[in-house]
């Protein structure tokens, strides 16, 4: 059972709380700093959110299909090593898309998004460049055929992390303008 606390504290004390959140509020909305968006930041938005949504949903794809090949049943994310025959296959497949999906695309997406309110057609290229190398990625480390080292990269996946590169090398940029550490 939960103990419920029957203090409200003195009305004194409740009144100056009141009065230093009001200040704030008050102070909040005149200190507020508008943005205003580039015309072509629809395209920002549609190949650094919508591009990256489509692409990781097509690599799952192929992990579905590993999953049947490969006899690995959820909630198993990874197969495992002598339990599962072919264990390596199929963990090259899931881990392509696993590092895209959760090691990649939040940061991206922020990185892209930010950035795309200064350079809103260069990130709109990016976008488009990370899903394409996002899906090359994969494709490149799920390859049994290629060392695993850099089989990743070996099918055009480096476009991907230059990709994540650029996005948060401009996000940077943004943000040092935004500070005055240098002018352009």
């Given at each position: 059972?939960?103990?419920?606390?029957?203090?409200?504290g003195s009305p004194k004390k409740q009144e100056r709380t009141h009065r230093l959140i009001s200040q704030q509020l008050v102070r909040s909305e005149t200190d507020m700093t508008s943005i205003t968006?580039?015309?072509?930041?629809?395209?920002?938005?549609?190949?650094?959110?919508?591009?990256?949504?489509?692409?990781?949903?097509?690599?799952?794809?192929?992990?579905?299909?590993?999953?049947?090949?490969?006899?690995?049943?959820?909630?198993?994310?990874?197969?495992?090593?002598?339990?599962?025959?072919?264990?390596?296959?199929?963990?090259?497949?899931?881990?392509?898309?696993?590092?895209?999906?959760?090691?990649?695309?939040?940061?991206?997406?922020?990185?892209?998004?930010?950035?795309?309110?200064?350079?809103?057609?260069?990130?709109?290229?990016?976008?488009?460049?990370?899903?394409?190398?996002?899906?090359?990625?994969?494709?490149?480390?799920?390859?049994?055929?290629?060392?695993?080292?850099?089989?990743?990269?070996?099918?055009?996946?480096?476009?991907?992390?230059?990709?994540?590169?650029?996005?948060?090398?401009?996000?940077?940029?943004?943000?040092?303008?935004?500070?005055?550490?240098?002018?352009?």
């Amino acid at each position: 059972k939960c103990e419920r606390s029957t203090k409200e504290g003195s009305p004194k004390k409740q009144e100056r709380t009141h009065r230093l959140i009001s200040q704030q509020l008050v102070r909040s909305e005149t200190d507020m700093t508008s943005i205003t968006l580039p015309e072509t930041f629809g395209y920002v938005i549609l190949s650094c959110v919508a591009a990256p949504c489509i692409a990781t949903s097509f690599m799952g794809g192929p992990v579905m299909k590993a999953r049947k090949e490969f006899n690995v049943q959820y909630p198993n994310l990874y197969a495992t090593p002598g339990y599962h025959k072919d264990a390596d296959a199929f963990n090259r497949v899931q881990r392509g898309h696993q590092a895209v999906l959760v090691e990649s695309l939040p940061s991206f997406t922020l990185s892209a998004l930010v950035a795309g309110v200064c350079y809103p057609i260069t990130m709109s290229i990016t976008g488009v460049a990370w899903s394409v190398g996002a899906y090359l990625f994969q494709l490149g480390y799920a390859d049994t055929n290629l060392d695993v080292k850099m089989a990743r990269y070996k099918k055009g996946g480096m476009i991907f992390r230059l990709a994540n590169a650029v996005a948060f090398g401009a996000c940077v940029r943004m943000s040092g303008k935004l500070l005055g550490w240098w002018s352009s």
